[in-house]
């Protein structure tokens, strides 16, 4: 796998230059509405785990809103009305396109992460930038599609797990 630069991606944007980046595959292990995110905050928190060995996991702290639309995705919650991401998703079937894969691909700080949305269009790759909790959302919702952890992002933020 190739990624590029991680800012900069626009709508129907692909990756510019190009590098060898390696990629794990990783499942939601853990979705929670409402954690402590300072004095009298509170925030979403989504926890990926590797799928093959070590097991390494990544949480991610993330919006309330899109916590709770993680956690109805994984959950398998049918929602009365559809979400923003059921329609996303609903748009790119109609165009003919299929949503991949998301890609963690970086983080800042220890807490600002990049990610971007993988799309199949007429046998074309197309590249979006999207924040980690909407591409998250996004995968939940669409047959097929997986989410991936550069080695950069599990090497700075991966907890090993204790049970494997």
């Known amino acids: 796998m190739t990624l590029g630069s991680r800012t900069g991606l626009g709508a129907g944007s692909t ?18 509405v409402a ?14 785990r590797e799928d093959a060995e070590p097991h390494r996991s990544v949480p991610i702290v993330i919006g309330q ?21 059921d329609l996303f998703v609903s748009a790119v079937s109609l165009l003919n396109a299929r949503l991949d894969r998301a890609v963690i691909t970086d983080v800042e700080e220890h807490r ?11 046998g074309d790759r197309r590249v979006l930038a999207a924040r980690p909790s909407d591409a998250i959302a996004l995968v939940l919702r669409a047959r097929g599609a997986e989410i991936y952890v550069t080695e950069a992002v599990l090497a700075a933020m991966g907890v090993r797990s204790t049970d494997n």
């Open 65 to 85: 809103p899109e916590a709770r639309s993680i956690q109805a995705a994984w959950t398998g919650a049918v929602q009365s009305r559809p979400s923003t991401w």
């Open 35 to 48: 954690v402590a995110a300072g004095p009298g905050l509170e925030a979403g928190l989504v926890t990926l």
């Open 112 to 122: 600002h992460f990049y990610a971007t949305i993988e799309f199949e269009v007429d």
């Open 15 to 32: 990756y510019g230059r190009s590098v060898s980046v390696e990629l794990s595959k990783v499942s939601v292990s853990d979705v929670r």
